[in-house]
């Protein structure tokens, strides 16, 4: 009896040391499975770099537009040192963009999940955080004893509204890049959609670039006007 119960106990252990073993050995698999499944990249066409150039001039015209003001030769109306508070404040929103990691970002030949991530990142960082927060928000939002600007107040409300939008712009595709940790057996459409969604994922993070650049340009260009 006794014998018995101890090879029943060693079947036991056995059973259970094979699917402990098997157990690890599908997680194995299925880790390396996933791992080829979130590689699939999007390999970026002409227009893409293009598109990117045109950018990288819009940049190049915000910067012009900050620099048409000179505290040094300035003969108008405006209270200088408010002016001098917003060049520096725009100053810093372009020094936080037009840096290597964007132009790094910009200028990769494929696209992976990770670097729609990267990119994402950037975006909540450099441009939400730093430039449109911290720079931005504070501008149209300070009351005037502080920024004595004739027409900010009129451009104010556009600002904030804008900004709010911007800021909250990217927060959906963090969920998109999250989903892409499950892990399951993917079918043939289901690789094509996590195909599609990199690349559907990185033209809509390339959007949010634009318009928070757009909006950027926008304020520099009242700013230009502002400080003849």
Not at 13 to 32: E, H, P, Q, R, V
Not at 54 to 68: G, Q, R
Not at 215 to 227: A, G, H, K, R
Request: hydrophobic share 35%; with cysteine.
């Amino acid at each position: 009896m006794k014998k018995l119960i101890i090879e029943y106990c060693n079947v036991i252990s056995y059973s259970i040391t094979g699917i402990i073993f098997g157990f690890s050995f599908f997680l194995l698999f299925l880790n390396f499975y996933h791992y080829k499944d979130v590689n699939n990249t999007y390999k970026k066409q002409d227009s893409d770099f293009k598109y990117n150039q045109s950018l990288k001039e819009k940049i190049l015209k915000t910067k012009d537009n900050i620099d048409s003001f000179n505290p040094n030769s300035y003969k108008g109306s405006e209270d200088i040192y408010s002016l001098a508070s917003v060049k520096s404040r725009l100053n810093v929103c372009i020094s936080k963009i037009d840096s290597e990691e964007f132009n790094k970002i910009l200028n990769k030949k494929t696209i992976n999940i990770k670097d729609v991530y990267d990119m994402q990142q950037f975006y909540q960082i450099n441009i939400a955080n730093e430039c449109l927060v911290k720079q931005l928000y504070e501008v149209a939002t300070m009351d005037n004893n502080k920024i004595q600007l004739s027409s900010l107040e009129i451009i104010s409300p556009f600002m904030v509204d804008n900004i709010n939008s911007l800021i909250k712009s990217t927060d959906y595709l963090q969920k998109v890049i999250k989903n892409n940790s499950s892990y399951y057996f993917s079918s043939n459409s289901n690789k094509n959609d996590l195909y599609d969604q990199t690349k559907d994922s990185y033209y809509a993070l390339l959007n949010n670039y634009t318009e928070a650049i757009d909006f950027i340009y926008d304020v520099s260009l009242w700013y230009s006007e502002v400080s003849k």
